[in-house]
């Protein structure tokens, strides 16, 4: 039995009021609120294990270094992958995707070669593809989506797939739609045509079991503060494979194996990717998370996130003028983006926030997936395991009194 009043116990800032009303956190799809368990981790280490990580010979360094790679095993475990050393850390999704983007077309792409990526992507997986189409010459292509937000058929896909496509670049979830792609068959479509595939996994990382043995993706990448860790720390995932032929993205400490005036050889994997001092408390602080997610039950949390995604739609649908956008709920994940009437997205947000309601507004970072559906922005709330049905009441109760003042 999922209980949820002992989940919420482990997250005090749920107890606080905003403008003298109780909180409602429905912004979790920009970053999620952490348990207890993860600030008390990263504080201890602060306070006793507090040294730089690798090479050091005193204990404290010793023990710094076996957090930081126990923290390693532990994400390598989380999402099932072969080798530890197929795990890079990174500050963030974003980041995980600009070292791919740099290292991938720096050796594997020449001018005219194409990265082919959605209609529904977020900026940090459009970007740094076009700015190596600046300065390289490649090409970034799109795959279109249907009106109600998936992926044109898997024929559709096919066709897109030429001799010029180096890599496919996908979301597994969008953050605005919930959309849930079917990664899967897209990476064995993408395969049996030689072309690798890297998954943006910030959005599913949280919600749902993954892995990567199974999806036999090439690359997958995720965010700390979106499954309950610190900010700033971030995960790639590559097949090892990959990672050998990849050159490194950074220069600097930490990923060299011997500098001379000559030249400059470089350290095994991962750490080659890892140039400079690693935040190796906020390491310690993601293994926490991951821990507390399996305590929880990844499964538990899914079931409980579907029946808030499901009632959520349920109810936003007895609003007058309100437009959902995305699929239906059996085939997104917890996010769920509307617009009311004529009503500024925005207003909408500055009111609720004035009830206690955290919801966030405008384009979500996903500029052209707004100009296919032809709106500035949306309203998005977006759950977490924390949250309850009583909070989508709250919610909708909300929009109806903004409503009722226009």
Partial sequence: MYNINKVREDFPILSREVYGRPLVYLDNAATTQKPLCVLDAMRDEYLNVNANVHRGVHYLSQQATDLH???????RAFINAAKTEEIVFTRGTTEAINLVAS???????????????????????????????????????????????RLVGCDSVAAHLTERTKLLSIAHVSNVLGTVNPVKELVKMA????????????????????????????FLAFSGHKMYGPTGIGVLYGKE??????????????????????????????????????DFVATHGLATAINYLRTVGLDSIEAHEKDLTRYCLQQLQTIDGIH???????????????????????????????????????????????????????????????????????????????????
């Fill in 241 to 278: 494979e990959w990672l050998d032929r990849l050159p490194p993205y950074q220069g600097g400490g930490e990923m060299i194996d011997k500098v001379t005036w000559e030249r400059t050889t470089f350290e095994r994997l991962p750490f080659k990717f890892e140039a400079g001092t690693p």
């Fill in 324 to 406: 959902i956008y995305g699929p239906e709920a059996d085939s997104r994940d917890a996010v769920v983006s509307f617009n009311v009437g004529s009503i500024h997205h925005l207003d909408i947000g500055t009111l609720l926030d004035r009830l206690g309601i955290a919801v966030r507004t405008g384009h979500h970072c996903a500029q052209p997936l707004m100009d296919r559906l032809g709106i500035s922005g949306t309203v998005r709330a977006s759950f977490a395991l924390y949250n309850t049905r009583e909070e989508i009441d709250a919610l909708v109760a909300g929009i109806r009194r903004v409503a009722s003042m226009f």
């Fill in 69 to 75: 790679e126990a923290a390693r095993e532990t994400v």
């Fill in 191 to 218: 395969h049996e045509r030689g072309i690798p595939v890297l998954v943006d996994a910030a959005q599913s990382a949280p919600h749902f079991a993954i892995d990567v043995q199974a999806l036999d993706c090439d």
């Fill in 103 to 149: 290292s991938f077309c720096d050796s594997q792409m020449s001018e005219g070669d194409e990265v082919l990526v959605t209609e529904m992507e977020h900026h940090s997986n459009i970007v740094p593809w076009q700015l190596q189409a600046q300065r390289k010459g490649i090409v970034v292509r799109h795959l279109p989506i249907s009106d109600d937000g």
